[in-house]
């Protein structure tokens, strides 16, 4: 067995003060967040949403590199993002950074999380 780095980035977006037009424009926010998993590097594999007849959104974009979601609370002006990447090849934050241009101003609060670490082959597995 070979030694290897078991890393991901996921990045944790609550946006706020989204303006209703902005908001309730599901096909806006969707369209954005394609743009951004583009911008950072990602291959999008997948795609499923729900759209609900009371207005708002939740959607899933599964990449190659792992997955980014989206829910979306239109009678409260706000959505959360979440958006992780495995490994190094991916830049996650610039997901978030294409949706914030495309909703105009608003209020967010973002949290980066480096997970994983790097794993260490014992000498007994060597052997093995």
Known sequence: ????????????????????????????????????????????????????????????????????SVHTYPERGALFLDAFTCGTRCVPQRIVDVLLEALGPCEHRTSVISRGQPVRVLAAERAA
Do not use: P
């Open 1 to 68: 067995m070979t030694e290897y780095t078991f890393t991901g980035t996921h990045v944790l977006c609550d946006v706020t003060g989204i303006t209703a037009d902005r908001v309730n424009d599901n096909s806006l926010i969707l369209e954005a967040i394609r743009c951004g998993i583009e911008a950072s590097g990602a291959e999008l594999c997948g795609f499923q949403s729900k759209e609900f007849v009371s207005g708002g959104v939740t959607a899933v974009y599964v990449l190659s590199e792992s997955h980014v």
